[in-house]
């Protein structure tokens, strides 16, 4: 590789076309030629300036290698160009001894920008923006490898370690440029829009599905950038992220960058204006509420569970079609997951009236009966601990003539049959709760119950009676025709069974 670097060097100039110009770099004089390189006095080496180890075409107009207080206030825009062209080469990581030199070289070049860019001593022209992001888009615009851990889908995709990024001495350095970049006020919005455009936004959004954790986390600061820099492309970020989801929830089941995407969101959401656009509404239903489908959902729960409170929050109307939701998918035999629901359904029951709720208040505390009679002891405590929230009681004390006789029910049944001690107790103190609340209700829910029980059990025996009267009726009765009549074969003990053959 050294032999393929210095045969693309500049041949050595002329004493003739030569200027007088010198600068320092590292203590040895250097001067500039016509064609804009860097040609190093007899007494400097080799190694010390870039066009030693970088091929000639990434040197261009200025020694990169040059330190910005080394020249003058007028240089410093071409030096910055400069050292953005020699940091547009990419290196291969996964041989650590390879290109140590250069490494190390685009390594300080990148941190001499980042100081340049934070100490913001004047505006970014055209040319300058320009560089940048095609710097940027050469270092981090990248194809992923396949993931060969992408048909695990299930609660187990928690406990993958996650696989970390070779390159990232590198990349670390760029995200950290970009970012000081996008936030400094040397970058004009109008000028900056016309090459952080779609495309670039884009291929940006791509990277979240990295399967590194710190580039995510990376990516999210300067993705909240963008958004708030650049109005103009708002419209565009929010209809890129909803197709993710979109093909994440319907399609793929595999994302890495969801619950980074959906923490930038939640911060968005709370920025939304009031009343709520129309397009943030369906936001909410065609995008935000089919996330609960996915089995994955307990990786990025925390950050959904905020978004949906933030648009309960800016419109409690909407807390209706978020308990519709919830109820519409939740979960019937991951029970893991139905301990999530029930988590995130007690954190938007408290903050919502109980006048917004009034048209799902059947079908939600039905379900809730319903997990507190789950055999499955995580659900039914889980569920049975919603009673320890005042707000949730307060709920139930203005509606008991409708919840009562939904729940009570339920916690019958617990004390006669479920085999879990703590679910017990649990369900005692919370029909003691109920009792206290309104006395005479219970007693009658209570009432009605055993009523309920006691014809449950009568008609059962009928249809027991029923059914073995037609078993008598067709076992008497003589075959005649071609009626086709099941009969039960008679039970033969496995004694006489292995006696006969």
Not at 224 to 243: A, L
Not at 348 to 354: G, R, S, V, Y
Request: net charge neutral; with cysteine.
């Amino acid at each position: 590789m050294w032999k393929q670097f210095l045969s693309k060097l500049p041949r050595k100039s002329s004493k003739s076309d030569s200027s007088p110009a010198q600068a320092c770099l590292n203590g040895n004089p250097i001067r500039w030629t016509r064609s804009g390189n860097v040609v190093p006095s007899r007494s400097s080496t080799v190694k010390r300036t870039a066009s030693a180890i970088f091929p000639s075409s990434v040197v261009t107009s200025i020694e990169p290698l040059l330190l910005f207080k080394d020249v003058p206030h007028t240089e410093k825009k071409n030096l910055f160009i400069s050292k953005l062209n020699l940091c547009c080469v990419v290196f291969d990581f996964s041989d650590p001894d390879k290109n140590t030199a250069e490494k190390d070289m685009k390594r300080q070049t990148l941190l001499d920008l980042i100081e340049y860019v934070d100490a913001g001593s004047s505006r970014f022209t055209e040319s300058m923006i320009s560089a940048s992001c095609k710097m940027f888009a050469s270092n981090l615009f990248r194809a992923f490898p396949p993931n060969i851990r992408s048909s695990s889908v299930g609660g187990e995709a928690e406990e993958e370690k996650p696989m970390f990024e070779p390159a990232w001495s590198h990349l670390q350095l760029v995200y950290d440029l970009l970012l000081k970049f996008i936030e400094s006020s040397s970058l004009d919005a109008k000028i900056g829009k016309k090459y952080v455009d779609h495309s670039f936004i884009l291929r940006l959004l791509h990277l979240f599905d990295s399967e590194d954790p710190r580039e995510r986390e990376c990516l999210k600061a300067i993705l909240h950038r963008i958004y708030g820099k650049f109005m103009v492309h708002r419209p565009f970020i929010r209809e890129v992220v909803s197709n993710i989801f979109c093909q994440f929830v319907f399609e793929t089941e595999r994302h890495n960058g969801i619950a980074e995407l959906l923490e930038v969101f939640g911060s968005i959401i709370s920025g939304f204006a009031l009343p709520l656009k129309e397009e943030h509404k369906l936001f909410l239903w065609k995008v935000i509420i089919p996330l609960h489908k996915p089995k994955t959902i307990g990786i990025y729960l925390q950050q959904l569970t905020y978004c949906v409170a933030q648009f309960v929050e800016k419109e409690p109307k909407l807390a209706t079609s978020v308990v519709n939701g919830l109820l519409r998918y939740w979960p019937v035999t991951n029970s893991q997951k139905e301990v999530m629901f029930l988590s995130e359904l007690e954190e938007i029951l408290e903050i919502t009236n109980e006048v917004e709720i009034q048209e799902c208040m059947l079908p939600l505390f039905r379900r809730i009966a319903y997990c507190i009679n789950s055999f499955h002891f995580q659900v039914a405590e889980r569920a049975l601990f919603m009673w320890n929230n005042d707000h949730l009681i307060s709920l139930v004390s203005h509606n008991r003539q409708t919840i009562m006789p939904l729940i009570l029910p339920a916690l019958e049944r617990n004390i006669h049959s479920h085999w879990n001690q703590a679910v017990l107790n649990l369900t005692r103190n919370v029909k003691k709760l109920l009792h206290e609340m309104d006395e005479e209700l219970f007693l009658a829910c209570e009432n009605n119950f055993e009523q309920e029980e006691m014809e449950q059990k009568i008609a059962e025996e009928k249809r027991r009676m029923t059914w073995h009267r037609l078993e008598n009726s067709a076992a008497f009765q003589p075959l005649a025709g071609n009626t086709a009549v099941l009969i039960r074969p008679p039970l033969v003990s496995p004694v006489v069974a292995a006696a006969r053959s």
